[in-house]
Every structure is written in C-alpha cells, then in structure tokens.
C-alpha cells in the first residue's frame, strides 16, 4: 500500500473522514486478497488468506457500526439543538 498522508480535519459531522479512510483501505486490501485466493492454488495458503479475509471482513463491519453510532449520534445531537430553537 501507497504510503498515504492524512489529517484528522476535526471538522465532521454525522461521519468521520478518517473512518471513511480507513474503510476505503480496508476494502481495497480484501479486493486484494481476493485476487490473491483466485490465483493460488497451495492449499494451505488459501486456508490463510480466507482467515485473512475473514478479519478484514470483521473489521470492515467494525468501521460501519462506528460510522452508524456516529451518524445517530450527531443527528441526536442536531434535534436537541434544533428543540431549542423552534422556528417562528
């Protein structure tokens, strides 16, 4: 993998860019290893690859839920705030 240089920007709402980073990494190497499993035939390392597609999997799921709680929680927050500001 490129050797990528990123800031937090602290500046998100609802989402977190590095989050997205991450799972846009994340995908990237199971494509990989997913052509990696097409192409070799040793059994052996198939059975190592498809544990290494089974952890990045996990963690591909890990990343949507923090995205999730992050979205519901910055949209709860956007109703306290906008309860004490009724519009006219």
């Known amino acids: 993998m490129e050797n990528k240089k990123f ?3 602290y500046a998100c709402r609802n989402t977190c860019s590095m ?3 991450a ?3 994340e995908t990237a190497m199971m ?3 997913e052509r990696m499993i097409n192409e ?5 390392v198939q059975a190592f690859i498809r544990e290494i597609l089974e952890e990045r999997s996990s963690m591909i ?3 949507v839920q923090k ?3 992050l979205k519901v929680r910055g949209q709860t927050i956007e109703d306290v705030r906008s ?3 009724p519009v006219a």
């Open 7 to 9: 800031e937090c920007i």
């Open 19 to 21: 989050l997205d980073e």
């Open 23 to 25: 799972m846009r990494d």
């Open 31 to 33: 494509r990989f290893y």
């Open 40 to 44: 070799c035939t040793y059994p052996d």
């Open 61 to 63: 799921l890990r990343i």
């Open 67 to 69: 995205l999730n709680e």
């Open 83 to 85: 309860s004490f500001n």
